[in-house]
C-alpha cells in the first residue's frame, strides 16, 4: 500500500497571516516529497477559510516546482463548477507543466455552503449526474475532436488544448460512498477516492467490499484502485495522541458546522463554537476520534494501516487538516515518514 499526503491551506483565525499559512504548507509538502511519500493530494472548495482552495491546479504546479518525485493529485474537483472543456485543458497543461506527475480526483462536492453561491439551485443529485456528464466528456476531449450533446452541455467538436503528457490521459479517481458511485468509476475506468471521514471500520470495511463488488460485476479493461483518506496524527506518547483526538474533534465540529451550513459566516470564518457546543454535540466524540482515526505512536499506526493494506486497499492519503498548529502537524508527518512509511517500502 502507498502512503501519501492530503491537504490545504487552512485558517482558523483572522489574526493568521494568508502568506504564512501558504508557506507553512508549501514546506509540509517539501517533506513529503524528501521523505519519499507517493502523492501529494488537495482539493477545491471556494468561499471558506476552513480549506482555502480556489484552484488546486495552480498549488499543484507550485508544489511540482519544489518537488521531485511525488504524484500530485487533485483530491477534488468539483464536477459542477466547471465546464468539461475547461477542465480538459487545465488539467491536461497541468499534467504537461508537472511531467506527467498529474492524477486526477473528481467529485460531486459536499458543501451546500459552496452550491449556493457558485450553483444556486442545484442539490446534491444535480451535482451528482453533473460528474456522471463531465468524467466521460473530460476523457473524450483528451482523445479529440469530441462533440458533445448532453443534459448540462453542449458543445460541437472540440479536441482538448493542449492534451495530456500521459497517456492515454491522467489516471481519473472518483470520490464514491454510494454503490452507484463505486459503479459509476469502475465502468468508466476510474479510480476510488473514500473519505469515511470520523467513521470507524465497519464503514471502511463497507467502503472496500462496495468496491470490490462493482470490479466483480463490471470487470474494468485494467486493475482499478481505491485510495482511502483519512485523518491520522503520529505521536509521541499517549498523552499526544489524546491531545490530537481533543483537536481532531474540534475539528469535526467545525467540519459538521460548515456541513449543515446553518452558521453565520463573517469574512470567510464560519461563527465561533463555544466549548458547550463541542461537548453538547454527541454526534462527534474526543473517544470516537481516538478510536476511529489513524491516531496513535508508530506501532499503533502501522498496525491500523496494515490492516487497511489486508483489506485490499491500495493507497492511504494522511489527511493534515486539523486546526492544528503547524508545529504539531510538521511533527507527526515527520514521525509519520520515520517510522511508519518504512513498515510500507
Known amino acids: 500500500m502507498k502512503l501519501s499526503l492530503f491537504l490545504h491551506m487552512e485558517r482558523v483565525s483572522a489574526d493568521d497571516a494568508q502568506d504564512q499559512l501558504?508557506?507553512?504548507?508549501?514546506?509540509?509538502?517539501?517533506i513529503a516529497d524528501k521523505g519519499g511519500l507517493h502523492a501529494i493530494w488537495t482539493g477545491e472548495h471556494h468561499g471558506m477559510n476552513f480549506t482555502i482552495?480556489?484552484?488546486?491546479?495552480i498549488n499543484l504546479v507550485d508544489i511540482a516546482s519544489r518537488t521531485q518525485n511525488v504524484r500530485l493529485g487533485t483530491g477534488t474537483i468539483i464536477a459542477p463548477f466547471t465546464h468539461p472543456i475547461r477542465l480538459a485543458g487545465e488539467a491536461a497543461m497541468?499534467?504537461?507543466?508537472t511531467k506527467g506527475r498529474l492524477d486526477l480526483g473528481i467529485a460531486r462536492g459536499a458543501y451546500s455552503y459552496e452550491y449556493e453561491r457558485l450553483m444556486p439551485g442545484m442539490d446534491a443529485w444535480e451535482a451528482g449526474q453533473r460528474m456522471r456528464e463531465l468524467v466521460p466528456a473530460v476523457k473524450a476531449l483528451w482523445k479529440g475532436d469530441y462533440e458533445h450533446k448532453g443534459e448540462f452541455w453542449n458543445f460541437p467538436s472540440t479536441t482538448s488544448s493542449p492534451q495530456p503528457k500521459q497517456q492515454p490521459h491522467p489516471p481519473i479517481w472518483v470520490a464514491a460512498r454510494d454503490p452507484n458511485s463505486h459503479e459509476f468509476a469502475v465502468?468508466?475506468?476510474?479510480?476510488v477516492q473514500c473519505t469515511p471521514l470520523h467513521q470507524g471500520e465497519e464503514e471502511i470495511t463497507r467502503l472496500i467490499t462496495t468496491f470490490k463488488d462493482a470490479c466483480r460485476e463490471y470487470a474494468p479493461d485494467q486493475p482499478l484502485k481505491i485510495m482511502l483518506l483519512q485523518h491520522g496524527f503520529i505521536a509521541e506518547d499517549e498523552?499526544?495522541?489524546?491531545?490530537?483526538?481533543?483537536?481532531?474533534?474540534?475539528?469535526?465540529n467545525y467540519f459538521g458546522?460548515?456541513?449543515?451550513n446553518e452558521r453565520p459566516v463573517e469574512q470567510g470564518l464560519i461563527k465561533p463554537l463555544t466549548e458547550e457546543e463541542i461537548a453538547a454535540n454527541t454526534y462527534y466524540s474526543v473517544e470516537g476520534m481516538r478510536k476511529n482515526l489513524a491516531i496513535g505512536n508508530p506501532d499503533q499506526v502501522i498496525a491500523r494501516l496494515k490492516n487497511y493494506e489486508a483489506m485490499g486497499y491500495d493507497e492511504y492519503a494522511l489527511w493534515l487538516d486539523s486546526g492544528m498548529t503547524f508545529e504539531r502537524k510538521k511533527a507527526s508527518l515527520e514521525r509519520f515518514i520515520q517510522y511508519v512509511a518504512p513498515a510500507f517500502h
Open 22 to 30: 501558504y508557506d507553512e504548507m508549501m514546506e509540509l509538502c517539501e
Open 53 to 57: 482552495a480556489p484552484n488546486p491546479f
Open 94 to 97: 497541468t499534467d504537461l507543466i
Open 187 to 191: 465502468k468508466n475506468g476510474c479510480n
Open 239 to 252: 498523552a499526544d495522541a489524546q491531545q490530537a483526538a481533543v483537536e481532531l474533534n474540534r475539528f469535526y
Open 257 to 260: 458546522a460548515w456541513f449543515k
